[in-house]
């Protein structure tokens, strides 16, 4: 949890070790309900490498004067991730009904 909306972070260790690596966020909305979405990787821990980038989009909501996740959608390759773009194109383009 975290007061500031810029220091929320998918970053995630375990015993000092970085298992899950932030490379990127964009802030989508800001309030007392916040949504962002980040760009990171998993740690392959027989390899100790880095693999694919994956999306995750989470939902916050401030309560107390700190930042709690209340939902979350993860985008788990960048195939997934371009239908997502490819259909919420087509859908913003299209005419109205």
């Known amino acids: ?14 015993d000092g070790v970085l298992v899950v690596q932030e490379i990127d966020k964009k802030i989508l909305s800001k309030g007392a309900w916040t949504t962002i979405l980040f760009r990171y990787r998993d740690l392959d821990r027989q390899t100790q490498q880095y693999g694919d980038d994956k999306f995750t989009i989470r939902r916050y909501q401030k309560r107390g004067g700190q930042y709690q996740v209340k ?4 985008i788990s390759s960048a195939a997934q991730a371009e239908k997502i ?3 919420l194109s087509q859908w913003i383009q299209s005419p109205k009904n």
């Not at 975290?2 to 260790?13: P, Q, R």
């Not at 939902?71 to 993860?74: A, E, G, T």
């Open 85 to 87: 773009v490819a259909a």
């Open 1 to 14: 949890m975290s007061e500031n909306i810029e220091d929320l972070t998918v970053n995630y260790e375990e």
């Open 71 to 74: 939902s979350k959608f993860n």
